[in-house]
Structures are given as C-alpha cells and as structure tokens.
DNA sequence: GTCCCTATACTCGGATAGCAAGTGTCCGAGTATAGGCGG
DNA sequence: CCGCCTATACTCGGACACTTGCTATCCGAGTATAGGGAC
C-alpha cells in the first residue's frame, strides 16, 4: 500500500494557494519551484485538482491557479480523492464464490464479504480523519508553529513571484 | 492508492485455517485451490506470513500451514501489515525544505509538517479499526450470517482435502 | 510379529521473468497582455 | 492624446517514454511418511 508523492505535491500547492493575498494566482511553473519539484509532472496532478473543482486555473498571460473555494470548505480527503481516485483501496474480488462454492447461486451470498466489511470500515475511518483536517487548518497551523524566519524567506519569495 | 490482492488471499486463508478442526493443516496448494488463486503465488504471501509469525509452517508429507496463535488474538492489521510491510503509505518527503527555504538549518524545523501530522492521524484512525477486527469474528460472522449450504459445500470440500 | 532402514513423494523456501501503474517529460492549443499604429 | 489592432509571450491541457513495484512462475532443499526387508 502506497500513496504516491502527487498527494504530498497538491496539499502543499492547496496550502500555498490558501495563503496569497486576495485573489492571487500561482502558475505550475512557481509552483514547482517553490517546493522544489519537477514542473511538468505537478501540472498532471494541477490539472486532476481542477478537474475536481479544487482550484481554478487561469489560462493566457499572467494566468495560474488559485483555489476555486474558500480554504474553510476545503478538506484534505477532497483533495486525495482528486488525486488518488476514489476508488477504494480495498477491492473485494468475491473469492469466496470461487473454488469449491463456484456454481452456486448468487442468491446465496446476499450480504457483502465480512472481510471486505472489516476493510470498509477501516477506509471510512481514514476518509473520516481526513475529511476533518481543512486548508484553512494547514494555513493556521503555519501561521501560529512555524518559524517567523521560514515565513519570512517564504513570503518574501511570493512577492517576487506574484510580481 | 492501492492495497494488493494478496492482502485479501491471506485474509480468507487465514480465516480458512481458523476454521480447522483441532490441530488441522492445510498446504499451500489446498489453499490457493479453495480460494481459485495461484497456488504459486498465494505460496509467496504465506511465505510473508510465517516469516511474521502468524502461521506455522510444517515441512515434510504431510505437512502444511496451521495459525501459530489462537484466532482471537490474531487481528486483521497484523495479517495486512505482514503482506504489505509496516511503512506508513504516506512519506513525507519533507519539500517544505526546499525550494526558497533550501539551506536553513534543519533546527528551524522542529514540529512535524502540519500536512505528515494529519495523514498520520489518518492512518492510525484506519489501523485502529483493523486491530479492532480478530480473525475470530471472522469465523463467528461466517457461523452466524453464512447460508448452511455454502458451509456445506466448503465443509465436504475440507472433509476431501484433510483426508 | 517387530524393528529398522531406505526410497519416495510431498512439503516449504527463495531465486527468476512479465506486466501494469505510477513517474517523468514533452509539445501543441488557447488567451490575456504589451506594444505599435492609426485616428 | 485616445482607442484599436496585431504580434507576442506566457499559460494550461493532453499525448508520449521510462522506471519501480506488484504479479506470476519455476525449480531446488528438506522432511515425514510408506513400504520393504532383516531379525
């Protein structure tokens, strides 16, 4: 079981976005270079956060992303849905009808696999804990643990970008 | 994000093994042939959870696996942690150190990123649930809720195999 | 009849190919901007 | 001086290679069993 490193990627560009002054925008590129990752693979995973209505991409000159709702409504298992898929990560695949059940009636198998209940429950938990944690969330947690000397050097560097 | 269908196989075999009458073994090809999997390949997850001592396995004609431990101290997160490895599915690879932050003392970082925390906490809500599930509620779910006929089938089938 | 020995057949265990999905990259379509031109 | 037009440069969006890890398979090492033979 793994989650791949796009999820990292978007809660960080969601987190950064949350924090521009007003309506300001962030293209792929200044995105990328601000968490020092490759531009053209975060744009793939840019594009399934705005497939899923998590950010608004600008097009033409001065263009780039910003968030399409406010960071208060924004949860992180939103945004690892968008990237990740929602699919389950548990697939039932109803092996108990195979083997020496094989031929029997479907009938006989009306409530769902007890294993893939216990797994069930086990993701909606996940996706619970998730779903409590807002953008917003991220954006007061830095405000209030991290460095003023990190917020300083980060701070400074989007007013150069944004300019 | 994706848990592999060995996970599954190992958790019906386990649940299989629970089901045994008294000491009872059954070997690895029996196994895969219950379940219509690759005997091959199921050998390679039960190889992953001897090693982790949740079967026992035992050479010689005869021979085959049995649980090492009773079903009710056997939890659903020990069998997916043996198949799929105890990392975290989530790795923070620390990017909010690089880009423009590059070079500051590590000191200035000292919490864990906002973002790692609640992934965390995610998980753990999700190892929670599956350390809350044994192997015997399995086998009592199947007791309980399973159509006698099924249980017939796969009774005659084990009768055939153990002999 | 009992005990021992040997050959056998069956078991697990690790080392070896194949494939799919994630990872990384590129170039083309589209648009707001900046500058130049005409009025 | 003001408005319009055009060329530009920058943006996003989707299509194209590559690598890692999961999937699937095989053959060899080891052992309890079954049978036969000697006593």
Redesign the pocket.
């Given at each position: 079981?793994?989650i791949?490193?796009?999820v990292e990627w978007a809660i960080h560009c969601c987190a950064a976005l949350a924090g521009l002054p007003g309506d300001g925008s962030l293209?792929?590129?200044?995105l990328a270079e601000l968490h020092g990752v490759?531009a053209?693979?975060l744009?793939?995973h840019?594009?399934a956060l705005?497939?899923a209505g998590i950010v608004q991409?600008?097009?033409?000159?001065?263009?780039?992303?910003r968030l399409a709702r406010p960071a208060e409504e924004l949860t992180l298992l939103e945004i690892v849905t968008a990237v990740?898929?929602d699919e389950p990560a548990f697939r039932c695949t109803e092996i108990r009808r195979r083997g020496p059940c094989k031929g029997l009636p479907a009938s006989l198998f009306p409530a769902p696999c007890a294993i893939a209940s216990a797994m069930a429950r086990a993701e909606a938990a996940w996706r619970r804990e998730l779903q409590a944690t807002s953008v917003a969330d991220l954006v007061r947690h830095v405000e209030r643990h991290v460095d003023p000397r990190v917020r300083r050097r980060v701070g400074d560097w989007l007013d150069s970008a944004l300019s």
């Open positions: 079981m793994k791949g490193d796009g293209p792929a590129a200044k490759p053209a693979y744009a793939k840019l594009q705005a497939a991409a600008l097009p033409g000159r001065r263009g780039g992303y990740e898929g």
